[in-house]
């Protein structure tokens, strides 16, 4: 038990220490070859007033898959499913941020076809949903094959979509990522899920190193190509390990440790369908935005949301012990 306590901390420490000294080389680039996020007067959620380098993502990426490979030494299919996909997201989400540092937006069609294929990936390697335990007979129920696959797709691609749309924020995604990650981790040591507890070791260490340089005022942003990749991570920890032998009750865990940028765009979904908008058109109606309109400042903000969210992650905890 020392031991795999020890691999945890030095996987945490190593990946902190390679997105924190990887950002500043990176930021330096970016200005070099304009790719920031300028700031516009004329768009209600570009709340930062001087251009931002949008470079942070390669680091993450970095960091992430390196510590991973390095300390599980996992190389399987799902390994590959996990880094293909992350792979997909980061050059489709280059591509997105780069359309920003233009002043203009990139079509939400071929993002959601992206981001849906690195799902199907992480389907076809093994990873899914397939049922949960029943609380009465004590039976497995499994679900169809085709429930199977939308009810996975469907978290994967709902996950990644969340944690982008909570990125408008100095410090907030970054916040939010950490506190789910760190929940999830907590998860999967109860139920001694080694691969998804060294996931979420890993994903908080590249997060935290992050917030270093992205808390208010933020120094670099990790754009679209950083935000869905942290979401699609989260989306396959959680697959992987609470979402693994659950019963009914238990399903609640992730969703609560994922809870606040869940509840949030939900909310900002229905309300965009019942006002005829498109889902997907980037408006300025996220609780962060609504709750600065409320005259809070940025970093009380994402105090609030970070203890709502934490509030929320300690729920699901209690709910796992009480499932132990």
């Not at 901390?9 to 390679?18: D, G, K, P, R």
């Not at 139920?191 to 670099?220: C, D, E, R, W």
Request: net charge positive.
């Amino acid at each position: 038990m020392a031991v795999i306590f020890i691999l945890y901390v030095l996987a945490f420490l190593l990946s902190y220490a390679i997105v924190y000294f990887l950002i500043p080389p990176l930021r330096r680039l970016a200005f070099r070859l304009d790719f920031v996020d300028k700031p516009r007067q004329d768009v209600e959620r570009k709340i930062h007033r001087e251009p931002i380098p949008l470079t942070a993502s390669y680091a993450i990426f970095a960091g992430f898959f390196i510590v991973y490979l390095l300390f599980s030494r996992d190389f399987s299919l799902e390994t590959l499913a996990l880094f293909a996909g992350g792979i997909l997201l980061l050059t489709i989400g280059t591509v997105d941020d780069w359309y920003k540092t233009k002043g203009k937006e990139f079509p939400a069609l071929p993002k959601m076809v992206v981001q849906m294929s690195a799902a199907v990936l992480v389907y076809a390697a093994g990873i899914s949903f397939t049922g949960f335990y029943n609380p009465f007979s004590g039976e497995y129920f499994t679900l169809p094959v085709v429930l199977q696959f939308l009810l996975t797709i469907l978290w994967i691609f709902g996950v990644t979509t969340v944690i982008n749309f909570t990125d408008g924020m100095d410090g907030l995604a970054a916040s939010l990522t950490a506190i789910s990650g760190t929940t999830l981790f907590i998860v999967a040591l109860v139920k001694n899920q080694s691969p998804s507890a060294m996931m979420a070791i890993i994903l908080i260490g590249v997060t935290l190193a992050y917030f270093h340089f992205n808390k208010p005022p933020a120094k670099v942003f990790m754009g679209d190509a950083g935000a869905t990749f942290l979401g699609f991570i989260l989306s396959v920890i959680a697959l992987d390990g609470a979402f693994k032998q659950a019963t009914l009750l238990s399903l609640f865990i992730p969703i609560l440790a994922l809870g606040v940028p869940i509840f949030d765009n939900l909310f900002v979904i229905i309300r965009r369908f019942m006002q005829g908008k498109a889902i997907y058109q980037a408006d300025a109606s996220q609780a962060h935005y609504r709750l600065l309109r409320s005259g809070l400042n940025h970093k009380q903000v994402v105090l609030v949301l970070s203890l709502i969210s934490v509030c929320l992650s300690l729920s699901s905890i209690i709910l796992l012990l009480m499932q132990s």
